[in-house]
């Protein structure tokens, strides 16, 4: 009996996709700190990439980046889809596998959304609500 997998829930990534993931991403990183990708958008800028995602089969990377101070990012996020062909031939190169993945370039909202949640944590209300569980104790 054949097992399915529900799609509202995904699979952990395994640990051949995380290995990848950072292989990719380590790649990219060192194109982008070495200048190696020819663009005045994107060598004007600083670029953090945290993660890459990789699909099981291998064949799919979703590249996350985040420029400094989160500035221009429709741009750098246009710059790096008009030098995606150029980027996807250098991973195949830099990294060993037996097809090319396809590459996709998100924003990471991570940083983001945990600065969001210290602030909410910062305000006057939850500052009360938690000075008044430390007096219960």
Do not use: C, W
């Not at 990708?37 to 291998?58: A, N, Q, S, Y």
């Not at 097809?99 to 944590?121: G, N, S, V």
Request: hydrophobic share 35%.
């Amino acid at each position: 009996m054949a097992r399915h997998q529900h799609r509202g829930t995904p699979r952990p990534a395994s640990q051949r996709q995380l290995r990848v993931g950072e292989l990719v991403r380590h790649a990219v990183s060192e194109m982008l700190i070495r200048g190696d990708v020819h663009d005045p958008v994107l060598e004007g800028h600083l670029i953090t990439i945290p993660e890459v995602r990789m699909t099981g089969d291998l064949r799919l990377a979703t590249i996350y980046v985040v420029p400094l101070a989160g500035r221009d990012v429709t741009d750098v996020l246009e710059a790096l889809e008009r030098n995606k062909r150029y980027i996807r031939g250098e991973i195949a190169h830099r990294v060993n596998l037996k097809f090319a993945p396809d590459i996709r370039f998100h924003t990471d909202e991570r940083f983001d959304e945990a600065e969001r949640i210290e602030k909410l944590l910062r305000t006057p209300a939850v500052q009360r609500d938690l000075k008044g569980e430390s007096n219960k104790e």
